[in-house]
């Protein structure tokens, strides 16, 4: 039995690796482009679309990520990082995403003066504001770029040690992967783990193993980016799966980049059927032209995962968070007894119901990165 998109749209969620810069709306990128007087290679949607190569397979990882040049040029207000923070922390909400780690490199934000203190905190502010209004607890991962130089990654990291739990929860290596190495960076990793910050990286997608191995034992990444290319070495998987190190899994964009051929050749499914902690994420909902919802409902109808399968992922994805272990356990609870009320064919019944009403009831602390238990 296929189950419909409209029945993933109701489970509750996280989204552990979405991009700000690649997750705006294409209608914001047109208005705040008229407002600011920005040029743009485009003048309406459809033709921002063909532009920036949405939803379409680009071939490589350097090609899609061009796509960034369009929205980086509006993205450089506080007001408009505002905006669209706020309106990323809508759209999840709307598909019942429920908690979320928002990951950006601010120095990309500066081109018109902001400090890089602006940038993070217009962007916690836009996210505290959706969490006001949609009920969404989102975090922020600060990036370092490969590609640029190891001496701005170190200024990243020490951003993410200046706000760390006051909304910023791990610290990333993305950029392109192939040729610029993670150990290049070894200072701001050395730098983040001394302050007991958590540390995700983007490797194995446009690289091989000995990427994933050095993100681990070289620069202690507790989870891991992609990770497409980690079938190639069986010794190393099994670590990963041993030591619980999540794979931050992102179908169709490794389907873009041509990490993988084909969501029927990604190796997500044998990764779930040997245990490894897979996790479903969008990277970047815009330029991939998806949703969290969308990429699970995927992995339904191109990898043949069922109902119990797709339970496993989305908790996977709560274990993953990086979050305080009790809050993340009073959650976990919660989304536990929620998803138990679908069963195998999707029927929901009052358990999830039940769930899915105290889990509007939690209240969540604004820019503190905590949960709140909901009342009993």
């Given amino acids: 039995m296929t189950l419909s998109l409209s029945l993933f749209e109701q489970l509750p969620k996280t989204d552990l690796h979405v991009h700000i810069d690649g997750s705006l ?64 922390a809508e759209d999840a909400a709307k598909e019942n995403v429920r908690y979320m780690e928002v990951r950006y490199a601010p120095m990309l934000h500066t081109r018109e003066g902001l400090r890089l203190t602006q940038v993070v905190e217009a962007v916690l502010e836009g996210l505290n504001d959706g969490q006001e209004e949609f009920g969404i607890h989102s975090n922020i991962i600060i990036c370092g770029i490969r590609n640029i130089s190891p001496e701005s990654s170190l200024e990243m990291a020490q951003l993410a040690v200046a706000y760390k739990g006051r909304g910023v929860v791990a610290f990333d290596l993305a950029g392109a992967e192939y040729d610029h190495p993670a150990k290049n960076h070894i200072e701001s990793f050395q730098l983040v783990r001394d302050n007991n910050i ?9 690289y091989g193993p000995e990427s994933i191995h050095q993100a681990i034992h070289d620069c202690g990444a507790h989870r891991i980016g992609h990770g497409c290319r980690l079938r190639e070495d069986g010794g190393l998987l099994h670590y990963m799966n041993d030591h619980r190190i999540a794979l931050e899994c992102c179908p169709s964009s490794n389907v873009q ?29 815009l330029i991939t032209d998806t949703s969290v919802s969308r990429e699970l409902w995927l992995c339904h109808t191109q990898m043949g995962l069922g109902m119990p399968d797709i339970k496993r992922i989305i908790i996977n994805g709560f274990k993953s968070a990086f979050m305080p272990f009790h809050q993340k356990q009073s959650l976990l609870r919660r989304v536990t007894t929620e998803l138990k009320g679908f069963d195998a064919n999707g029927v929901k019944g009052k358990q999830a119901e039940s769930g899915s009403k105290k889990s509007k009831a939690v209240k969540t602390s604004k820019a503190s990165g905590s949960v709140d238990a909901p009342s009993t």
């Fill in 257 to 285: 980049t041509g990490a993988v051929r084909d969501l029927a050749s990604h190796p997500l499914k044998l990764y779930h059927d040997l245990g490894l902690r897979v996790t479903i994420n969008t990277d970047n909902r």
């Fill in 198 to 206: 958590n540390v995700t990286i983007h490797a194995g997608e446009a």
């Fill in 25 to 88: 709306r294409l209608s914001t990128i047109l208005e705040l482009a008229e407002q600011d007087q920005i040029e743009l290679p485009a003048k309406d949607a459809d033709g921002l679309s063909r532009v920036m190569h949405i939803g379409e397979n680009t071939g490589s990882l350097v090609e899609y990520l061009k796509a960034f040049d369009v929205t980086l040029r509006v993205m450089q207000s506080e007001a408009s990082l505002r905006r669209i923070a706020y309106e990323l």
